[in-house]
T-cell receptor, first 115, second 115 residues
Framework: AQSVSQHNHHVILSEAASLELGCNYSYGGTVNLFWYVQYPGQHLQLLLKYFSGDPLVKGIKGFEAEFIKSKFSFNLRKPSVQWSDTAEYFCAVIPFRNQGGKLIFGQGTELSVKP | GAVVSQHPSRVICKSGTSVKIECRSLDFQATTMFWYRQFPKKSLMLMATSNEGSKATYEQGVEKDKFLINHASLTLSTLTVTSAHPEDSSFYIC???????????FGPGTRLTVT
C-alpha cells in the first residue's frame, strides 16, 4: 500500500547534537512534502514544505529538509538541537493524484533532547 | 495569520450521549476542512474531508452516521460524535485549507473522554 514511513519512532539526543529524521514515501509522480512539529500540549505547526524548485528547503527554527526524488525521501535535519526541540515530528505528503489535497502522515518521530 | 480554533478543548461525556466539536478558521475562509483522530503516541488518522456546502467525504472504515460532519460556512465545520462509547475517546484535530492552497492549518485539538 502507498504510504509515508518515518524510520525512527523515538530519538534521544543531547543538546548540540545533530539531528536527522528519515522520511520516505511510496507515491509516484509529483508530490508536495511537509514536516510538521507538535510540541507537548500544543497543536501541529508547519516546520517547512516543499512544492518545487530547490530540493534543499529551509524552515523555521533552524530546520531544513532535502528532497531526493530518486530515493523518494524528504529527511529533516538540524545541525545542533536544543532542549526546546523536544517534540513529536511528522512527515506528510500530498500526492498530486490524491483527490482533495489530503495529507498523508507518517507515523511520527518522538524527539527527546537531554539538556 | 491563518489561525484555526477548536471548541471545546476538552470534553467529558457519558456513554450514549452525543458531543459536538467546532472548528473555526479565524482569519481566512476555508473551502475545505479536514477532521483527524490522533491516538496516544500515534500518527494522525484522517477521518473525513469537509467541503463547504456539500456532504463530507469519509475515509474507509469511518462510520458517517456516527461521526456527523457539517460545513455550513466558509469558517465553520462541526464534528458530532453520536452515541459516544468509551472507544471513541481520543484527541480530535481539525485543519482548514484556504482556497486552492495545498497548505493546511491545524487547530489545537479537542480531547474527548467518554465515561
Amino acid at each position: 500500500a502507498q504510504s509515508v514511513s518515518q524510520h525512527n519512532h523515538h530519538v534521544i539526543l543531547s543538546e548540540a547534537a545533530s539531528l536527522e529524521l528519515g522520511c520516505n514515501y511510496s507515491y509516484g509522480g509529483t508530490v508536495n512534502l511537509f514536516w510538521y512539529v507538535q510540541y507537548p500540549g500544543q497543536h501541529l505547526q508547519l516546520l517547512l514544505k516543499y512544492f518545487s524548485g530547490d530540493p534543499l528547503v529551509k524552515g523555521i527554527k533552524g530546520f531544513e529538509a532535502e528532497f531526493i526524488k530518486s530515493k523518494f525521501s524528504f529527511n529533516l535535519r538540524k545541525p545542533s538541537v536544543q532542549w526546546s526541540d523536544t517534540a513529536e515530528y511528522f512527515c506528510a505528503v500530498i500526492p498530486f493524484r490524491n483527490q482533495g489535497g489530503k495529507l498523508i502522515f507518517g507515523q511520527g518521530t518522538e524527539l527527546s533532547v537531554k539538556p | 495569520g491563518a489561525v484555526v480554533s477548536q471548541h471545546p478543548s476538552r470534553v467529558i461525556c457519558k456513554s450514549g450521549t452525543s458531543v459536538k466539536i467546532e472548528c473555526r478558521s479565524l482569519d481566512f475562509q476555508a473551502t475545505t476542512m479536514f477532521w483527524y483522530r490522533q491516538f496516544p503516541k500515534k500518527s494522525l488518522m484522517l477521518m473525513a474531508t469537509s467541503n463547504e456546502g456539500s456532504k463530507a467525504t469519509y475515509e474507509q472504515g469511518v462510520e458517517k452516521d456516527k461521526f456527523l460532519i457539517n460545513h455550513a460556512s466558509l469558517t465553520l465545520s462541526t464534528l458530532t460524535v453520536t452515541s459516544a462509547h468509551p472507544e471513541d475517546s481520543s484527541f480530535y484535530i481539525c485543519s482548514a485549507r484556504p482556497g486552492t492552497s495545498y497548505e493546511q492549518y491545524f487547530g489545537p485539538g479537542t480531547r474527548l473522554t467518554v465515561t
